[in-house]
């Protein structure tokens, strides 16, 4: 792998959707050796513009890769100094229950449930967190209301080239970026822009405003996407270890045919491992991007990745790395329209 190292640091930074300033950070000062342009807008995205050469050709594509991750806020905290939680992203009550999450200020706590986890029927509302506080008063001492935490899940090494780790979703698609973006020699005819989102969890936030202000001729995300290859309650041909997958179509996107078979060719012929990806459920900010202003060409690379929205998501070093040969091919792609 090119760099497990700044893999482990982007999965272990916190940037609960809403709160990304931490990994924003981290990623601006690997960034900014290699950016012709720097931009943090109004509502925290981080775009990263690397020009290209020019010609009647060019393009100005905008890759888009999301660096929030799921969690929870504070929204009361009980009497014997439980704290009740809300959302910010998509959790499964059930992978939450017993696990460990960490605020912002260090605190750390465990997951519990009111009743039994089964008849919480993932209620996350059901859901509170301890830590360790003896009574409401104790609890301000450490933690209010409002307060965000996210997983602890450390980065682990899993067998045949397998990762474990929280924040995958998508700390992949910010990593793969950076790599493409220190690969780039500025040789190819398009200008490209490496944008990493905010809020994509609270649906697809940070794409939109980016989009608008860059107004791309091409938009491709650059995420995770659910895998079907081991027992789950999704079904479709996403399978780890397949290579990078290329993103037909999801419930909020049909990505554009031109786009997708550009991806394909760039695949075929610079020898990468590639799989098609169809799901019918979830999305990623490709679908801000396609309707933004007057329309954009839309496309996504994808890592396919077991147990996501946990703190214990798999991927393959693998598939990440044909991601970024993916991202690296594309970007360097003369399209003739």
Same mark, same amino acid.
Request: aromatic share 8%; with cysteine.
């Given at each position: $792998?090119?760099?497990?190292?700044?893999?482990?640091?982007?999965?272990?930074?916190?940037?609960?959707?809403?709160?990304?300033?931490?990994?924003?950070?981290?990623?601006?000062?690997?960034?900014?050796?290699?950016?012709?342009?720097?931009?943090?807008?109004?509502?925290?995205?981080?775009? +990263?513009?690397?020009?290209? @050469?020019?010609?009647?050709?060019? @393009?100005?594509? $905008?890759?888009?890769?999301?660096?929030?991750?799921?969690?929870? $806020? +504070?929204?009361?905290?009980?009497?014997?100094?439980?704290?009740?939680?809300?959302?910010?992203?998509?959790?499964? &009550?059930?992978?939450?229950?017993? *696990?460990?999450?960490?605020?912002?200020?260090?605190?750390?706590?465990?997951?519990?449930?009111? *009743?039994?986890?089964?008849? &919480?029927?993932?209620?996350?509302?059901?859901?509170?967190?301890?830590? *360790?506080?003896?009574?409401?008063?104790?609890?301000?001492?450490?933690?209010?209301?409002?307060?965000?935490?996210?997983?602890?899940?450390?980065?682990?090494?899993?067998?045949?080239?397998?990762?474990?780790?929280?924040?995958?979703?998508?700390?992949?698609?910010?990593?793969?970026?950076?790599?493409?973006?220190?690969?780039?020699?500025?040789? *190819?005819?398009?200008?490209?822009?490496?944008?990493?989102?905010?809020?994509?969890?609270?649906?697809?936030?940070?794409?939109?405003?980016?989009?608008?202000?860059?107004?791309?001729?091409?938009?491709?995300?650059?995420?995770?996407?659910?895998?079907?290859?081991?027992?789950?309650?999704?079904?479709?041909?996403?399978?780890?270890?397949?290579?990078?997958?290329?993103?037909?179509?999801?419930?909020?996107?049909?990505?554009?045919?031109?786009?997708?078979?550009?991806?394909?060719?760039?695949?075929?012929? @610079?020898?990468?491992?590639?799989?098609?990806? +169809?799901?019918?459920?979830?999305?990623?900010?490709?679908?801000? $991007?396609?309707?933004?202003?007057?329309? +954009?060409?839309?496309?996504?690379?994808?890592?396919?990745?077991?147990?996501?929205?946990?703190?214990?998501?798999?991927?393959?070093?693998?598939?990440?790395?044909?991601?970024?040969?993916?991202?690296?091919?594309?970007?360097?792609?003369?399209?003739?329209?």
């Amino acid at each position: $792998m090119r760099d497990e190292e700044l893999l482990i640091r982007l999965t272990q930074a916190q940037g609960v959707a809403g709160y990304e300033k931490e990994v924003r950070g981290l990623i601006e000062a690997e960034a900014a050796p290699y950016a012709d342009e720097i931009i943090k807008d109004a509502i925290g995205n981080l775009i +990263v513009l690397k020009k290209g @050469k020019g010609g009647p050709q060019a @393009k100005r594509i $905008m890759f888009a890769a999301h660096m929030d991750e799921i969690g929870f $806020m +504070v929204k009361k905290i009980e009497t014997d100094g439980r704290l009740r939680v809300c959302n910010l992203g998509w959790n499964w &009550a059930g992978s939450a229950y017993n *696990g460990r999450v960490r605020f912002r200020n260090g605190v750390s706590g465990v997951v519990g449930c009111v *009743g039994s986890i089964e008849d &919480a029927k993932n209620d996350v509302g059901k859901l509170y967190i301890d830590i *360790g506080a003896t009574s409401k008063e104790d609890a301000k001492k450490y933690v209010n209301v409002g307060d965000v935490c996210g997983y602890y899940g450390p980065y682990i090494e899993l067998a045949n080239n397998r990762i474990a780790s929280k924040s995958l979703d998508n700390r992949i698609g910010c990593y793969q970026l950076l790599q493409a973006l220190k690969e780039n020699n500025g040789r *190819g005819p398009n200008d490209i822009y490496y944008v990493f989102c905010v809020q994509e969890e609270l649906g697809c936030r940070g794409s939109k405003p980016a989009a608008a202000r860059i107004q791309p001729d091409i938009g491709i995300a650059v995420d995770i996407t659910p895998a079907h290859d081991y027992p789950c309650d999704l079904e479709g041909c996403n399978a780890l270890d397949e290579g990078i997958a290329i993103k037909f179509s999801d419930p909020s996107v049909v990505c554009d045919e031109d786009i997708v078979g550009a991806m394909v060719a760039c695949c075929e012929e @610079k020898k990468i491992k590639y799989q098609r990806e +169809v799901i019918d459920k979830g999305g990623t900010d490709a679908s801000s $991007m396609n309707v933004s202003g007057l329309g +954009v060409r839309v496309g996504g690379i994808v890592v396919v990745t077991r147990y996501p929205h946990s703190q214990s998501a798999v991927a393959s070093k693998n598939d990440i790395e044909a991601g970024v040969e993916l991202c690296k091919a594309i970007s360097e792609y003369e399209f003739c329209w």
